[in-house]
Structures are given as C-alpha cells and as structure tokens.
C-alpha cells in the first residue's frame, strides 16, 4: 500500500550487515510512578484533551445520515455524515434532561431521538421536535441544538478535538507528519475486522509493545519473532508522532546471504505512530490500526480497539484468508504474549512504584512517547 522512500531500505540494509540500529541521544530514564500515579494519569488525560484525537474513519459514515456513537474519554459521541459531505461530531446528550440521543453503535436515520422524553434532532444537530412543548414554556431551538465539537476529517480519518480551538487545523497539529500519513491513502480504505480489548496494563505499556522492536525473538519465538528482525530498525521523528522501520526475516535473510536486491524493500515494516494513543502498521495485505485509551479513573487499565483496514477494490477470497490468517498471529502474540507480560509489568509496577524503568538508547520509537508526553505535559503547565 505504501512505497519504501527516502533511503530506508538502504539503512536497513547496513543495519543489519553492521549489527546495529538507530539511536537515541542517550538513554531514558522512565518513573515507575508514571504507570501508576493516578495524579500522573490526570496530568496526562489533560494532555489528550488538549489536542486532535481520532475518533472514527471516515468509511464507518459514508452516506448523509450514517452514524457511529462511541465514548471518548469518558465524552459520548454522536459521529454523522452531513448533506454536505462532511462529518460533524455532537455530544450524544439530549438538551432537555441529558439522555442519549442515539443508543445503536451504528446505523443511518434522518433524525435521532431521545427515547427519555422523545426530543428529536436532525443529522446536523438542530433541534427537530418537542413533545409536549406548551408544558415547558417557550424553548428557543436556536440554543438548545445538540452541542458541536470542533472536528475535521483529514485522510480518511475523523478527528475530534475537545480543547476548544478551532483555529487549529489537523494539518496543523500532524505538522510534518501530515504528508506522510496521506501518503497511506487510508482515505481509500474500509473496515475489514474491528476488535476491542479491556486490558488490566497501563495505556503506555501497551503502546510500548506495539512500537518496542528488542523484543520480538524473546517474546514471541514461535510467531512475530520468526517473521521480524529483532533490533534492526529506523526511526523517524516527526515533530510529536514518528514512524519505526524494522526488517522481515526475509530480508535479513537475503542480506546476509549477499542475494538482496533494491526489489526488497517490499520486506521492511513501517509502523506509523500518531501521538499520543495511534499506530498504524501497514502489511501487504492491510494496515492494522490501533487506539488505546487510558482508563480514566485507573492507571492500570485500558482499552485497546484494534482495526484491520482494506482497500475493498483488491479483497478477494484469497487476500480475506491472508488477512484471517494475519489476525490469527496477532491476536496469538498480543492476547498470549504481549499483553500477559505487560500485565506482569503492571502488577510489579503497582506494587513496587519505585525508581525507574530504563529505556535505552535503542529504543528511541519507545522513548519519543514518553518524551514526547514529558513535554506536552509541560507546555500545558505553563
């Protein structure tokens, strides 16, 4: 889906000759207390609601009036397809008495209704009809619309942002990220699979293990670690996201046999991580997708929603069995390996929230989160 440029197969390639990789400046020290703290948590809530967050694709509402509701940070949505083309995203709170307008996760109405007292809206959010309106008194619709937050979609993917500003575009936020992410051309994508995962692991550690590239030959040595080299990889920062490179076997393979040729830059992987919560891996069959979110409450939990994204002109009955067989290995190393020794990790955090977890110089993809946080947690502060 996405072409290997800018020299990355070449640096792979000497990576793996010269048994090294990139590296950080120097090497991190991490407080055990940030996967903990319930005081750090809110420090870091604060800073996801300081910025774009992805919400949605844009494939889940194609047509004027299609819907998904989801919860964001403790925020129920209302996500829906506009006449015009363009996606609005509402809270899903009814203006009378607070409830939920809409109930289903998905679906396509030209208006939605609260089932409390059956106020209804229409798709952009307008009041539409009050039952029993002359008991209330004079209810000025002009105010009392469902409440719009700042939105936008950009590649193919709908953002929310519930700071407020709306001087801020996503282009803006993704900086030098934004060309590449539309490199992707996610907007061509649909959902082919769509998993949810609660998780007793601190959000961190689990987006440590997505993007962590030392620990495929240890952890999984029956699976990822028979397809991934183990510590040759790139990293490109760009500004607060970035994107890790790492090598299949078969190139590393080829490599050390002398037999590679420029054609094999088909064999690196490219993990593309939007900060704070995002990773997206592309495959020869698909990208996978990741968000996970903080619990709100608990340090120690999460939800980790898992998507497979196609493009629908290439799915065939062949390409359907690559991808089941995809989500075969991923859910065996994630649900077998990663998570349980995430768990592992929490446990002993939780119990022994003292000193620091080192990240080392090679281990910059895992590094840029934490330092990439440290700062936005600052700048907020300020």
Same mark, same amino acid.
């Given at each position: 889906?996405?072409?290997?440029?800018?020299?990355?197969?070449?640096?792979?390639?000497?990576?793996?000759?010269?048994?090294?990789?990139?590296?950080? /400046?120097?090497?991190?020290?991490?407080?055990?207390?940030?996967?903990?703290?319930?005081? &750090?948590?809110?420090?870091?809530?604060?800073?996801?609601?300081? %910025?774009?967050?992805? $919400?949605?694709?844009?494939?889940?509402?194609?047509?004027?009036?299609?819907?998904?509701?989801?919860?964001?940070?403790?925020?129920?949505?209302?996500?829906?397809?506009?006449?015009?083309?363009?996606?609005?995203?509402?809270?899903?709170?009814?203006? &009378?008495? #607070?409830?939920?307008?809409?109930?289903?996760?998905?679906?396509?109405?030209?208006?939605?209704?609260?089932?409390?007292?059956?106020?209804?809206?229409?798709?952009?959010?307008?009041?539409?009809? +009050?039952?029993?309106?002359?008991?209330?008194?004079?209810?000025?619709?002009?105010?009392? !619309?469902?409440?719009?937050?700042? !939105?936008?979609?950009?590649?193919?993917?709908?953002?929310?942002?519930?700071?407020?500003?709306?001087?801020?575009?996503?282009?803006?936020?993704?900086?030098?990220? =934004?060309?590449?992410?539309?490199?992707?051309? $996610?907007?061509?994508?649909?959902?082919?699979?769509?998993?949810?995962? /609660?998780? %007793?692991?601190?959000?961190?550690?689990?987006?440590?293990?997505?993007?962590?590239?030392?620990?495929?030959?240890?952890?999984?040595?029956?699976?990822?670690?028979?397809?991934?080299?183990?510590?040759?990889?790139?990293? /490109?920062?760009?500004?607060? &996201?970035?994107? !890790?490179?790492?090598?299949?076997?078969?190139?590393? =393979?080829? +490599?050390?046999?002398?037999?590679? *040729?420029?054609?094999?830059?088909?064999?690196?992987?490219? @993990?593309?991580?939007?900060?704070? @919560?995002?990773?997206?891996?592309? *495959?020869? *069959?698909?990208?996978?997708?990741?968000?996970?979110?903080?619990?709100?409450? =608990?340090?120690?939990?999460?939800?980790?929603?898992?998507?497979?994204?196609?493009?629908?002109?290439?799915?065939?009955?062949?390409?359907? #069995?690559?991808?089941?067989?995809?989500?075969?290995?991923?859910? %065996?190393?994630?649900?077998?390996?990663?998570?349980?020794?995430? /768990?592992?990790?929490? $446990? @002993?955090? *939780?119990? &022994?929230?003292?000193?620091?977890?080192?990240?080392?110089?090679?281990?910059?993809?895992?590094?840029?989160?934490?330092? %990439?946080?440290?700062?936005?947690?600052?700048?907020?502060?300020?």
């Amino acid at each position: 889906m996405n072409s290997i440029r800018g020299g990355v197969y070449e640096r792979l390639v000497d990576h793996i000759q010269n048994g090294t990789t990139d590296q950080a /400046e120097a090497a991190l020290n991490v407080p055990i207390a940030n996967f903990t703290s319930a005081e &750090h948590l809110e420090r870091e809530l604060a800073v996801f609601r300081s %910025q774009p967050l992805i $919400v949605a694709m844009g494939s889940e509402v194609t047509e004027p009036g299609s819907f998904v509701t989801r919860d964001i940070l403790g925020t129920p949505l209302l996500i829906v397809r506009q006449r015009d083309g363009s996606v609005a995203v509402f809270r899903n709170m009814c203006r &009378h008495r #607070g409830g939920k307008v809409e109930l289903e996760e998905k679906g396509k109405k030209p208006f939605f209704v609260c089932s409390y007292h059956g106020w209804s809206y229409d798709g952009a959010g307008a009041l539409r009809g +009050v039952p029993f309106e002359e008991h209330l008194g004079e209810v000025d619709r002009g105010c009392k !619309s469902l409440l719009e937050i700042h !939105s936008e979609e950009r590649h193919g993917i709908v953002w929310a942002d519930f700071s407020g500003r709306a001087d801020r575009s996503v282009a803006d936020w993704l900086g030098p990220a =934004d060309g590449k992410l539309a490199a992707y051309d $996610v907007d061509k994508t649909a959902i082919y699979m769509d998993k949810k995962i /609660e998780a %007793q692991i601190n959000w961190k550690l689990v987006i440590d293990g997505a993007i962590d590239v030392l620990h495929p030959q240890f952890l999984h040595p029956r699976g990822v670690g028979k397809l991934i080299e183990t510590g040759a990889s790139l990293w /490109e920062p760009f500004g607060r &996201h970035g994107r !890790s490179w790492s090598a299949y076997k078969k190139l590393s =393979d080829k +490599v050390r046999a002398g037999t590679n *040729t420029p054609d094999d830059g088909r064999y690196c992987s490219g @993990n593309f991580v939007v900060f704070p @919560n995002v990773c997206m891996i592309p *495959t020869p *069959t698909h990208y996978e997708f990741w968000n996970v979110w903080p619990d709100l409450k =608990d340090p120690g939990k999460c939800l980790i929603h898992i998507r497979f994204l196609i493009d629908p002109a290439l799915l065939d009955e062949k390409r359907k #069995g690559q991808i089941e067989k995809s989500w075969a290995i991923l859910q %065996q190393a994630a649900t077998e390996e990663d998570f349980p020794m995430e /768990e592992t990790i929490q $446990v @002993n955090a *939780t119990a &022994h929230p003292v000193g620091d977890f080192l990240y080392g110089r090679g281990e910059a993809p895992c590094q840029h989160l934490h330092r %990439q946080m440290a700062k936005a947690m600052e700048e907020l502060a300020a």
